[in-house]
């Protein structure tokens, strides 16, 4: 992956850090150090250092001292826990943006909308997993509420990762697809109460999902 000199290095760490631990590149419960990100990622030690103080925020990383850098492992039950909290920060997110967006924005959810129903006709779920990280950063941007904005940046890249690791067994990338492409499309449309149902409609759906995981892993 190329750098971007419009985006700081340490952004650039990050994302190329966190999509190594989203596709389970870097497994749950494995070692890392600087060095070896570093050297698998092109980027110096101070971006990586950066990069990994934000993912030990974000609960991708373990930092123990004196013992090392772990990958976190993934905890089904605690992905219930955190559906209760995106389905009430999340729900009011797109609602603001519904009601904020912009005239570029809009245009923005439209092309989502159809680049996610296309990746599904795909199944092309590496595809899938990038546009719903765009997706989530858009409605960040759009919802104008920066508290709810690093909120969702708190547990977006759990919420890809858990879903990337189980989606292939209990999931059906077409009906979660098409779930996110309503919400990008009422939104993009500001239709503020379609928004709101459609959010609700996609968290039954990953509460379903999640308790599916948790009998697979239990079965």
């Known amino acids: 992956m190329g750098k971007n000199p419009n985006i700081s290095l340490t952004?650039?760490?990050?994302?190329?850090?966190?999509?190594?631990?989203?596709?389970?590149?870097?497994?749950?419960?494995?070692?890392?150090?600087?060095?070896?990100?570093?050297?698998?990622?092109?980027?110096?030690?101070?971006?990586?250092?950066?990069?990994?103080?934000?993912?030990?925020?974000?609960?991708?990383?373990?930092?123990?001292?004196?013992?090392?850098?772990?990958?976190?492992?993934?905890?089904?039950?605690?992905?219930?826990?955190?559906?209760?909290?995106?389905?009430?920060?999340?729900?009011?997110?797109?609602?603001?943006?519904?009601?904020?967006?912009?005239?570029?924005?809009?245009?923005?959810f439209g092309e989502i909308a159809s680049a996610m129903e296309a990746a599904a006709e795909a199944q092309d779920d590496e595809a899938f997993l990038a546009l719903d990280k765009a997706f989530n950063e858009l409605v960040g941007r759009t919802c104008r509420n920066p508290f709810a904005r690093t909120t969702m940046e708190q547990w977006n890249a759990l919420s890809r990762r858990f879903w990337y690791q189980h989606h292939q067994k209990v999931g059906d990338l077409g009906r979660m697809a098409a779930l996110h492409a309503d919400i990008a499309w009422a939104i993009g449309g500001g239709d503020v109460a379609v928004a709101g149902e459609a959010c609700d409609l996609l968290m039954n759906y990953l509460t379903a999902f999640t308790r599916a995981a948790l009998d697979a892993e239990h079965g």
């Open 11 to 108: 952004d650039q760490a990050y994302s190329r850090i966190e999509e190594l631990i989203v596709t389970l590149q870097l497994p749950p419960g494995g070692a890392v150090s600087e060095g070896e990100l570093c050297a698998r990622t092109g980027f110096g030690r101070t971006p990586v250092r950066e990069a990994l103080q934000r993912l030990s925020q974000q609960r991708l990383i373990n930092i123990l001292p004196r013992r090392g850098m772990f990958v976190t492992e993934i905890n089904v039950e605690t992905q219930l826990y955190l559906l209760e909290l995106r389905r009430e920060v999340e729900g009011l997110m797109v609602r603001l943006a519904a009601r904020r967006r912009s005239e570029d924005e809009r245009f923005q």
